[in-house]
């Protein structure tokens, strides 16, 4: 905890030294509100819970979808040019409006919806309350008139609790009594825990999850995958066995590439009798953090920044539903468990198999999905510099392109040895189908 408040301290206190010196009173302090660094390091924070926290891929996403349509309908009054995602987006009825005539501070508004309803869906509730203090104490050093002042924070309240409430008949609360997931030992083509940790099977009813924008969780299915055999001429076969070569092949870029892209919050290094658990970023966080550095170079204004969160969370939220549907639809086998059944018994990944079925790619998937959005809003190509690692040690990397980024992504897991070319393959046409729907389906002008 200790080591959070300095976090705290450095992103959120120090950048006062660089905002424009503050007027008491008049419209400067609008201008000093305009500033998009406030949703960036909003975004920021969640991410960094979500980690602490431990949140699966899955569950992570919806917060970013829930928290970003907050943020967006909370700073639109202020951006008339902008529509409402009431009625492009699944069961989201309009929501509450500004007083007429009435001054208001709408990044102030967007910030507080954004952190409610992150602060509402994660359980480090003091460290969410950490980033609202520091980022309300600049909010309050810009010379806002105190009745704007809190007419805005009440208004952002107002669109929060209107999501948080909308949020809430998604479905996610009885899926976290649903009964335990049936593994089918018995059934060689059917998915089993994997080792070190044989950990239980991560949102099997994630498919019961309400769509935010797609009609259902199937409407956008993937290719199917390679029809299961044992017989060593069979596509199958051979779909795992190069995985094994791919193994033998390595060199330091691909072993690189698997690493950089992991992204596994449930890691776990076993030392010998001891197992330790990584804290890593979620593939979301990753995308997350790509569309913030994208922004940051564009100079993207903070409206337009919200904007594209907003659809950049929500291609990602639909994606993971639909790669977790055909998941426990398919129930596909992991390499790794059918490598050391029938081609090597001692073969090992590079990378841990995570704890839930093969068929397709989750990572393949919301990569192309949150790529198409990036590149529909930026255009290709975009070359920028991706740090999402460098916390974790690893050196940053450099793109022409999303798609570059995102085709990396889904290649990385055939290096590391847990997916079938055709799981990753599937999911990045699965991505970029989805990301195209949604960038059709979702007007923000």
């Known amino acids: 905890m200790k080591h959070s408040i300095y976090v ?6 120090l950048p006062l030294f660089w905002l424009p010196s503050c007027t008491s009173g008049g419209a400067d302090y609008q201008q000093l509100a305009d500033n998009p660094e406030f949703i960036h390091r909003g975004f920021r924070r969640i991410t960094d819970i979500i980690r602490e926290d431990i949140f699966s891929p899955p569950v992570a996403s919806r917060i970013y979808a829930y928290s970003s349509v907050a943020a967006y309908e909370a700073l639109i009054p ?3 040019e902008y529509k ?3 009625g492009q987006i699944k069961h989201l009825d309009p929501v509450p409006q500004p007083e007429a005539n009435q001054e208001y501070c709408y990044p102030l508004s967007s910030l507080t919806a954004l952190m409610t309803v992150g602060k509402h869906l994660i359980f480090s509730e003091s460290d969410m ?3 609202q203090d520091s980022i309300f104490y600049e909010f309050q050093h810009m010379g806002i008139p105190q009745d704007v002042y809190d007419r805005s924070v009440a208004f952002g309240d107002a669109v929060a609790q209107h999501v948080i409430n909308w949020s809430k008949g998604d479905n996610y609360a009885q899926t976290r009594s649903a009964p335990k997931y049936t593994i089918q030992k018995d059934n060689p083509a059917k998915w089993v825990p994997t080792p070190p940790s044989y950990g239980d099977a991560i949102e099997p009813y994630w498919k019961d999850i309400r769509p935010w924008v797609m009609d259902s969780s199937n409407q956008i299915r993937p290719p199917a995958h390679i029809p299961y055999s044992e017989d060593k001429e069979s596509d199958f076969y051979k779909a795992a066995q190069e995985v094994v070569t791919i193994s033998q092949e390595l060199d330091d870029k691909f072993r690189e590439t698997a690493i950089y892209w992991d992204c596994n919050p449930f890691e776990i290094t076993v030392m010998g009798h001891l197992m330790l658990a990584t804290k890593k970023i979620t593939p979301g966080g990753h995308w997350i953090n790509i569309t913030a550095t994208a922004c940051r170079k564009a100079k993207t ?5 919200t904007g594209t969160y907003a659809l950049v969370s929500l291609a990602l939220a639909e ?3 639909s790669s977790w549907t055909e998941k426990y639809t398919s129930e596909l086998v992991r390499p790794e468990t059918y490598i050391n059944k029938f081609i090597d ?3 090992k990944p590079y990378i841990e198999t995570p704890p839930f079925p093969e068929h397709t790619s989750a990572h393949a998937t919301i990569s192309a999905s949150a790529a198409t959005i990036l590149t529909k809003t930026f255009g290709e190509p975009f070359e920028f510099t991706d740090n999402t690692e460098v916390i974790f040690e690893l050196p940053e990397r450099s793109y022409s392109s999303f798609y570059e980024a995102s085709d990396q992504a889904a290649m990385s897991r055939l290096y590391g040895g847990i997916h079938y070319r055709a799981g990753n393959e599937g999911g990045r046409m699965n991505g970029r189908e989805i990301g195209n729907y ?3 389906r979702i007007k923000l002008k």
């Open 8 to 13: 705290i301290v450095a992103l959120f206190i």
């Open 78 to 80: 202020g951006h008339p």
């Open 84 to 86: 409402t995602l009431s």
């Open 129 to 131: 309350e950490d980033l």
């Open 301 to 305: 204004p903070i409206m337009e920044a």
């Open 319 to 321: 994606a993971f539903l």
């Open 345 to 347: 018994p001692e073969w």
């Open 438 to 440: 949604i960038w059709d």
